[in-house]
């Protein structure tokens, strides 16, 4: 099982548990195209034979439905696969009718109406959605990290000669310990009281 699959089941497992011991706290949520809030939710409920309470909105049209459904998984942390899915599909409604944006429109369109960072989309979005301009800028961005030098390369360290005139010119004398049996058990007086 992968690691995916395995953080979804404990996710499922988490939920039904929830679910057991305090209710159901959100709806699932249904539309023409599916579900749009829920499917989580909607595996514990068949997973483990739980009423989850569902209910059915209208959504204008799948675009519609697609940005509900990334806006209310934003709280739940989705790795890249989740939103590689969401962002590939919505994609391929952006090339249909009645959008007919061409494929270097995909990202701006998304960037734009969507709730997904930029590095985020540029991570999961096909590089033949991504504008040429945009991939030309995120390289450069990247090889500018890659080059940029450290902090530390950056510090001028000082050379012996300037180290030498930053010593402590004076030494000081060691303390003369205290030997232990004089120490133990006495009580020390500050300020007049007792510790």
Sequence with gaps: ????????????????????????MRHIINTRFGIVSGETRKKASEKYGLKWPEKTIEVRDEYDFLQRKASDNIHGQKNDAWWKRVVDRVAEVLLAEPFNLKATEVGAKLLHDFPISESRLYRVLDDKYKDPYFVAIRKKEEEERINKPSKESLQIHPTKEESVGRLPTEVLPKPTPTPASETFGKKEEKGGKEN
């Design 1 to 24: 099982m992968s690691n995916e699959k395995k953080e979804e089941e404990d996710i499922v497992d988490q939920l039904a548990d929830s679910f057991k011991k305090v209710g159901p």
